[in-house]
């Protein structure tokens, strides 16, 4: 199977590093003109130019614009006025407990990883319509229907995300338009680094055991009994963001290695 997205214009929030930069990755190597974005102009260019000395096949454009806000979302609408692909994939988690969780974490939580979607979604959404053809992937974690007890404000946000691609998806029936949500499990991220870092200074094992230790720990039901890499996310997104999930809308898709224990 070979995905072509050559004259598709993608667009990845969060796309610096982690799960959102490999996604970018996979997209341009497809063909795809490829839109970075972070909230950081130096680290968002930083990216960019990591990115063009990769060799992919599209071209790079990178906006630093903070996605938490409206105006945010705003300024970058303004600057890309239409995409073909949208990958809502900025998102933040914190580990708190929930009786120290305050307002302020659960609307930070609220704002980056669910409102920066609607937002984006709804503008980008009616120039898809109008084309026939476009792609939203919501980056929703297996946390969404497994609430974490470590931060519950996080999975509430990701039960969301699931929710609105749903919602969406309905609401462009009929279209060549689809929207999807994928649902990744822990996943070797700079981020889960940053989170095990201290376990890792502690005892001097490589990330990839102690994050193995993490998953067995805390996601016990996971079946790969590791986290994933980036890049297996960035597999599953890229082919929902081509043209052979044309029949895939409105689902919740996982990539959770199994974590979630149901059918």
């Known amino acids: 199977m070979q995905i072509d997205l050559t004259g598709r214009t993608a667009l990845i929030t969060g796309s610096t590093e982690g799960i959102g930069y490999a996604i970018a990755r996979q997209l341009a190597s497809a063909g795809a003109d490829v839109v970075l974005n972070g909230r ?13 000395g990769e060799g992919v096949k599209g071209s790079i454009d990178a906006v630093a614009a ?21 990958i809502n994939n900025a998102g933040i988690f914190q580990p708190i407990d929930f009786f120290e969780a305050d307002d302020e974490v ?8 669910v409102m920066s979607a609607v937002r984006l979604s709804r503008a980008y959404l009616p120039g898809m319509q109008k084309s026939n053809w476009g792609r ?13 007890v470590e931060m519950i ?11 609105v691609a749903r919602g969406l998806a309905k609401r462009m029936a009929g279209t060549g ?10 996943t070797l991220s700079e981020g889960v680094e940053a989170m095990l870092a201290e376990e890792r200074a502690k005892t001097g094992k490589p990330i990839e ?14 079946i790969i009994q590791r986290a994933a890499s980036v890049e297996e996310i960035a597999n599953l997104v890229t ?21 979630i224990d149901t059918l």
């Open 40 to 52: 950081s102009d130096e680290k968002t260019a930083k990216a960019a130019d990591r990115l063009k």
């Open 66 to 86: 903070d996605l938490a806000t409206a105006a945010g979302c705003g300024a970058l609408v303004a600057r890309i006025p239409h995409v073909d692909i949208l």
């Open 106 to 113: 659960w609307d930070r939580h609220w704002q980056v990883n």
């Open 136 to 148: 939203v992937i919501f980056i929703a974690s297996e946390s969404g229907f497994n609430i974490p």
């Open 153 to 163: 404000h996080y999975g509430v946000s990701k039960t969301a995300d699931i929710a």
């Open 177 to 186: 338009v689809t929207v999807n949500s994928v649902l990744p499990g822990p």
């Open 209 to 222: 055991e102690i994050a193995a230790a993490f998953v067995k720990q805390h996601r016990g039901s996971s």
């Open 239 to 259: 082919y929902l963001a081509s043209p052979f999930a044309s029949a895939t809308t409105g689902a919740s898709v996982r990539v959770d290695g199994g974590v």
